[in-house]
């Protein structure tokens, strides 16, 4: 199996610049649609790069803006990057991985078995403290809003890079949550598996 190459000895990873795909976005939403027979092959880091890019990236200088809307800019929603060489944080300023568990916890991201050894598992985190001048009820559909413009990123890349993809709310949330060391404001929303689809 190809192992996305962290050597595990630094605690930030810095990612390439993100390459654009070159399919259309017509074509790409022709081809969007949720595989869930993947193979066990790692991205490369060009490919993860492209990937966390897309989906939550800063696209311009205004404000840090990003490549998914956000209700009142909160940008409250934190990617996770489950991997086989262990759990990373997106920061996207940066755009570096930060490290936040060595194990591989990707067998936890979700309820399906493919989880545990496609090679990235994508979490979509909340962070509830964040999502001020809001009713505190509104938060969860909020976040929830916000983390689904970010898994269509997810798709439409996906679908234009020749990868597989699927948005998953099946997760044992409790478990997940403990196992990335969240604090009680941070809930996970949704999950995404991305891949090499199986031909
Ligand atoms: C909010 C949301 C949650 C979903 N949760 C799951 C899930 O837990 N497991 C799964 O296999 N698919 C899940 N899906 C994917 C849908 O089943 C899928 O999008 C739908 O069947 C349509 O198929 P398509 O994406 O290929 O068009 C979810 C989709 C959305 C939008």
Partial sequence: MNRTPFDGAGESIALPAPVAPSMTLDQALKRRRSTRDFLSDALSMPAL???????FGVNREQQGGRTAPSAHNWKEIDLFAVLADGAFRYEARAHRLLRVAA????ALTGL??????????LV???DFDRMAEVDVRDRPFLAGAD??????????HCAAVGLGTVVRASIDRGALAQALGLRMAQRITLAQTVGYARP
């Fill in 49 to 55: 790069s492209a990937l966390l890019w897309a989906a």
């Fill in 103 to 106: 194990a591989d916890l990707r």
């Fill in 112 to 121: 399906q078995g493919f989880v545990a050894t496609a090679p990235v598992n």
């Fill in 124 to 126: 979509y985190v909340a």
């Fill in 147 to 156: 983390a689904g413009c970010i898994a269509q990123n997810v798709y439409l």
